[in-house]
């Protein structure tokens, strides 16, 4: 079975290109079809809008996991290749998965702008996960998606999948203007929003309720429980173009979201921004947050719980500013 989407087709899982210029113009039509969930519509923006993970962060994972080009490596929830292209050229292979077929697509197409070679695009997710079939994993990353998954059960999945010395990352960058952004241009872009969308936060047909538990809580009582955690703070010039295209490559503020909108969005979005600064550049203030978990004894180890008998776990997070 195929399914065409953009320039490229999926088959068994993984991404291809399409080659005749019909199939081009099927693939426009099904990607409007195959698309859905809570990121429809914002690959085109986050390929182009959604900044990298430092390279001071790609560097720790390489250097934490002895990662080589026999260490294969799992993105789960790979979006357009924020992780998987900067490890793809340091010649490590990654498995870059994801629910979203256009963001493989838009995958594909970094990919090939970045001239590096050495990964395999996969539809899928955290719940079609034991479906999919891989080598040995190193090391899982998760980048800006861990928290729309199941956490507690995608971990005992990857528990199955992983090397004895292996271990899962979750890279975390910049918050969103709903939550502990601090530039001078994100309580003007919420407010925007809100008046667009509402007081609600948005995501894919209903709303978005943050996770009650943080990552490392959730970390510490899996199977990879030991937790190590890393901040990479950094600045960056932004323009007001950057901080439009920004926001359309988010669940909360999507074209689809947005709808027929979107134009007088921008616009709005525009016109207030340079009310503030007229010079349309902005800074953006960055902590790149790693959490680095791995199992307690360096092999799998699953306890067992003997009738009468309670496990309590112990949160055991290194914490390190770099």
């Known amino acids: 079975m195929k399914r065409i989407v953009s320039q490229y087709y999926v088959r068994n899982g ?12 099927q693939s426009r039509r099904a990607g409007k079809r195959v698309a859905s969930g809570l990121c429809q519509g914002t690959a085109w923006y986050y390929a182009r809008y959604r900044p990298g993970y430092p390279p001071e962060a790609i560097a720790r994972l ?9 260490t294969p490596v799992l993105d789960l929830g790979c979006g357009t290749g924020q992780i998987a292209i900067p490890l793809s050229a340091r010649r490590i292979p990654v498995y870059a998965v994801d629910p979203d077929v256009e ?11 970045a001239k590096v070679c050495g990964i395999a695009w996969r539809l899928g997710g955290d719940k079609s996960l034991h479906q999919l079939v891989f080598p040995p994993i190193a090391v899982c990353t998760m980048g800006s998606s861990f928290h729309w998954m199941d956490r507690d059960n995608v971990l005992k999945t990857l528990d199955r999948m992983i090397v004895p010395s292996g271990g899962v990352a979750v890279l975390s960058s910049g918050g969103s203007v709903w939550s502990d952004r601090v530039d001078s241009w994100a309580a003007v872009v919420k407010d925007v929003v809100v008046e667009f969308l509402g007081s609600e936060r948005r995501a894919g047909s209903g709303t978005y309720s943050h996770p009650t538990e943080n990552h490392e809580v959730v970390l510490a009582r899996s199977p990879f429980r030991r937790v190590e955690r890393f901040d990479f703070r950094s600045s960056q010039a932004i323009t007001v173009n950057e901080i439009i295209g920004l926001q359309l490559s988010t669940s909360y503020a999507s074209p689809v979201q ?10 709005v979005l525009k016109v207030r921004l340079l009310e503030i600064e007229p010079s349309g550049m902005f800074s953006s203030q960055t902590i790149t947050e ?3 978990a791995t199992r307690s004894y360096g092999f799998a180890r699953r306890p067992c719980k003997r009738r009468g008998t309670n496990f309590s776990y112990r949160l055991d997070v290194t914490r390190c500013r770099l």
């Open 14 to 25: 993984g991404l291809r290109p399409t080659r005749t210029r019909g199939a081009m113009s």
């Open 290 to 292: 790693v959490l680095v």
């Open 103 to 113: 963001m493989l697509a838009e995958g594909l197409r970094a990919e090939q702008s």
């Open 62 to 70: 390489i250097q934490r996991f002895n990662l080589t080009s026999s």
């Open 258 to 267: 947005l709808g027929k909108r979107i134009g007088e969005f921008r616009r």
